[in-house]
């Protein structure tokens, strides 16, 4: 059974949807209607983290760094972060805001690329 999200978290997921920075809004709008291929949610509760557009089908996350992003204990806990998800099967695509909005297309083929490299989602249930 997947570990439950607590109130704060789903608190914390509410308010991040509301506040989109300007690179979160520029990306949420080619990936929303499934832009890439594949139906993307935003700032989705994975285990003891958020994930700012999230695959459930492909386990993709994609983040979006901006610069506190730079500061080395920041740096840190996303290795931790980034860690943790890929020992749950994740597979973790990282962009600075600044790529996003300067050069989205780059990003979505990134993501396009990425997502035609996962293996599709078995619906076999044995």
Request: proline fraction near 8%; aromatic fraction near 6%; hydrophobic fraction near 40%.
């Amino acid at each position: 059974m997947p570990p439950r999200v607590t109130d704060r978290q789903l608190a914390s997921a509410r308010r991040l949807r509301r506040e989109m920075t300007t690179a979160e809004e520029m990306l949420w709008r080619s990936l929303r209607n499934r832009g890439a291929g594949a139906k993307f949610r935003r700032q989705v509760p994975i285990g003891p983290y958020i994930g700012d557009f999230v695959c459930v089908a492909a386990k993709m996350v994609v983040e979006l760094d901006g610069p506190p992003h730079e500061k080395p204990e920041q740096r840190s806990r996303d290795a931790r972060r980034d860690l943790w998800l890929r020992s749950q099967g994740w597979h973790v695509l990282r962009f600075p805001n600044d790529l996003v909005i300067g050069g989205s297309e780059r990003v979505m083929q990134a993501i396009e690329a990425a997502l035609a490299s996962r293996p599709a989602p078995s619906s076999d249930l044995r």
